[in-house]
Structure formats: structure tokens, C-alpha cells
């Protein structure tokens, strides 16, 4: 059986070696933080990494129709595969763990359960869902609401960047096949059960190293446009303007005060000016709300208000709603970690899309400084070993099922 504190010891040189190969990659030079959008070079080095790891490690490798990358042990075609992994890709200058530490994990812990020879009897996966940050196309998990159906094909194919290309474009352009994106039923039917080891991201674990999720909330993206007319900055009278900016600035603080007081949170995190002249009155502010609540009826209201305050055209963009992970597989991780903190999350995640479709979990490493989605986000070394334990553990448990 697994043992924690050897296995934490035992893990420590192929995790250090993954780490240092993946660090490099896609980081901006100004920031220190990655850019590791779907389907961009940066993207492509990292799925050429995972392809690296899985045929080192003798596994079958494959991609799906998808774009999501899958390393397994053995044929998987019996069914009631165990599967864990997470995303290789990041949010604009986001940091080296939310994503990589899940990857980076299962491979560690594969390498411990065949260190001691504790590979179990069934098949065991690993996966690198694609553009899970959806920081390029603008809808999050794009990989596993394509292989749940969540999202459909056709709406994400022609989603676009910020330049305009399509995702069918893009994807064609690092050489996948956008026609076989969709809901991938025979995959999903073999798949036994899912655990995402993932960073905690909001410095809830306090002094415990590893945790176990429970639920994650509701959450959704809405694209707010303020119209207005440009002008000139030097001749047009104040009197005179029609100017969506300070509409748009009203917008953010009372979205502040509003998700304050609901006990909700409320983000305009990405903003579009047009024309964007230092002297011109803009025409237009595009700007995108990430909302967030525990209670899905708080997160309606409170979307509503902000909308309607706003004087704004909104379109909803996408919405996750609530997800309770499985309870049995839950309280199953929990116990076989020695009763370790069960908590909740704001943050989105590829296993709460695959939650939908088969018995989902998903294991916590402490971030302690609870800074994420930046490049300061951090994890100690000593926990993540532990994490990558503790994933073996659990990972040894369900394939000896
Ligand atoms: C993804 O990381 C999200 O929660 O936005
Ligand atoms: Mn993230
Ligand atoms: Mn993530
Ligand atoms: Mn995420």
C-alpha cells in the first residue's frame, strides 16, 4: 500500500525533473507569468511535453476528437477505467500550477504505483484537457463540455479571438480536425471514475497541505456592450457627449458594492475599447462580468441587477451551474486521506463539467498565499508532494476496485 511520507520522498526527483522541463515554457518575459493559450505555439510545445511523458512511460497515446490528449496504461476498451489529469494551458500571465500541478501529479503518481507495484487491474488514464481557461476563444473547458455535449459543436467551432480567427481556423492550423468535435459518448462509457488534483487557489486549506472539493459554484461569463458615439476629445462639449465609458465605470462599482453585499463576487476583468484613441470619445466598451455565488438564485439576482443598472446590451456567453461531486467518491477520498479538509470552490474546473457524465472528484493542493490566476500563484514543493501521494493513494485505491 501506499505510504504517504515515503511515497512524498519517492515522488520528489520525477516531479522536480517534469516541473523544471515545463517552467520555460510559454512564460512572458515581461510578467513572469504564462501564456499558454489553446492552440497557440506555447500550447503546442506543451501537448509535444505530454506526448513525451506518455510514450517514455510506455502508455498508449492518443487525441481525441477534441483536441483533449490521453496517455493510458492499458487498452481501456473493457470499460471502468479510472482517469486523472487536468490542463496544460493558462489564463493570460497566469502561474505555473493551476493546471500543469494536476498533469504533472498523475504522471508522478503513475510512476509510484508501478514503483510499487501497485498498478491495479484496471486501466488507468491520463489526461490534458484542451483550452480549459478559454482565455483565447472566451468559453472556459472547452475540451470537456465538447466530450459531455455541454457545449455544442457548431457553436464552438465558430467561436473567435481577439484577432478575429475561429477555433475550427485555429485548430485546423495546428493540425486537428475541427469536424470531429462533439459529445464522445464511447469514451465517456469507459471511464469508471475522474479525480482532478488541481491547486486550491484561494488559500482556504490553511494549515492542511491537501484537501478534498465538494462542490463548485455557480458561475458564468456575460458580455456587456455600452454604445455611444465617437467624437472628438478636444471639441465636443461635456454636455454634448455620448460617451459609454462612464456608464461602464458606473457598471464596475456598482458590481462591486452589489456582489459585497450578496456575498457574491462580481469581475470585469477584460474591457474592449473602440476606438480606443486617447482622444476620442469611444464609440464603444465591450466589457466581459465574471459572476460567481454559492447559491444559484443569489448569482441570477445579482447578475440581473448589474445588468439592469447598467443600461447595457448583455449577452450571456456561458454559465456553469452548481456542481456537487459525487458523494460516495468524495467521502471515499476523504476517509482513505485521513479525514482531510472537504471544502468548496469558486473556481471552474474540467471535472465539474465531467462530474455531469461520470463520478467525478477532485483533490486540492494548499496555495497559501491564495493568489491564482497571476504569475505570484504558488504552491510549496512539500505540498505538492504531498498532493502527488495522496493522488497515488487514491488512484491506487479505485483501480484495485
Ligand atoms: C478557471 O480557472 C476559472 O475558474 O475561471
Ligand atoms: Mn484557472
Ligand atoms: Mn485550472
Ligand atoms: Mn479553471
Redesign the pocket.
Known amino acids: 500500500m501506499i505510504d504517504p511520507e515515503r511515497a512524498a520522498a519517492q515522488a520528489e526527483e520525477g516531479f522536480a525533473r517534469m516541473w523544471a522541463e515545463l517552467l520555460p515554457v510559454g512564460r512572458h518575459s515581461r510578467s513572469g507569468g504564462y501564456r499558454r493559450h489553446a492552440w497557440t505555439a506555447a500550447d503546442a510545445e506543451c501537448r509535444a511535453w505530454f506526448e513525451e511523458q506518455a510514450r517514455a512511460r510506455g502508455l498508449a497515446y492518443e487525441v481525441d476528437g477534441n483536441g483533449n490528449q490521453w496517455a493510458w496504461s492499458a487498452d481501456p476498451a473493457a470499460g471502468g477505467a479510472i482517469v486523472t489529469g487536468s490542463h496544460l494551458d493558462s489564463?493570460p500571465d497566469g502561474g505555473a500550477f493551476?493546471g500543469p500541478l494536476g498533469v504533472v501529479s498523475a504522471f508522478a503518481a503513475l510512476d509510484l504505483l508501478r514503483e510499487t507495484g501497485a498498478a491495479g487491474s484496471r486501466p488507468l488514464g491520463i489526461v490534458n484537457f484542451g483550452d480549459?481557461?478559454g482565455a483565447r476563444f472566451g468559453v472556459?473547458c472547452v475540451g470537456s463540455r465538447l466530450m459531455t455535449g455541454v457545449l455544442d459543436a457548431d457553436r464552438a467551432r465558430a467561436l473567435t479571438d481577439d484577432g478575429g480567427m475561429s477555433l475550427a481556423a485555429a485548430m485546423e492550423k495546428a493540425g486537428r480536425d475541427p469536424s470531429a468535435l462533439g459529445r464522445d459518448e464511447e469514451r465517456l462509457s469507459k471511464i469508471a471514475a475522474f479525480v482532478e488534483l488541481h491547486v486550491e487557489q484561494g488559500r482556504n486549506l490553511g494549515d492542511a497541505p491537501i484537501g478534498v472539493a465538494s462542490a463548485i459554484w455557480p458561475?458564468g461569463r456575460w458580455r456587456f456592450d455600452f454604445h455611444g458615439q465617437a467624437n472628438h476629445a478636444g471639441t465636443t462639449r461635456m454636455e454634448d457627449r455620448r460617451d459609454p465609458m462612464p456608464a461602464f465605470a458606473a457598471a464596475v462599482l456598482d458590481a462591486r458594492e452589489r456582489a459585497l453585499s450578496a456575498g457574491a463576487l462580481a469581475t470585469f476583468g477584460k474591457v474592449a475599447v473602440e476606438p480606443n484613441g486617447t482622444n476620442a470619445i469611444p464609440s464603444r466598451v465591450t466589457a466581459w462580468l465574471?459572476s460567481r455565488a454559492a447559491d444559484p438564485a443569489v448569482l441570477e439576482a445579482l447578475v440581473a441587477e448589474i445588468t439592469r443598472a447598467s443600461g447595457a446590451e448583455v449577452v450571456r456567453e456561458s454559465y456553469t451551474p452548481v456542481v456537487d461531486f459525487d458523494g460516495p467518491l468524495r467521502d471515499r477520498l476523504a476517509g482513505l486521506l485521513g479525514g482531510v479538509p472537504v471544502l468548496p470552490t469558486g473556481?471552474?474546473?474540467d471535472a465539474g463539467i465531467l462530474a455531469s457524465a461520470v463520478p467525478t472528484a477532485m483533490l486540492f493542493v494548499r496555495n497559501p498565499t491564495g493568489v491564482s490566476?497571476s504569475p505570484e500563484e504558488h504552491a510549496e514543493r512539500p505540498d505538492c508532494l504531498a498532493g502527488v501521494a495522496a493522488l497515488a493513494r487514491v488512484l491506487e485505491d479505485l483501480l484495485a476496485d
Open positions: 489564463v493551476d480549459e481557461e472556459a458561475h465574471d473556481a471552474g474546473h490566476h
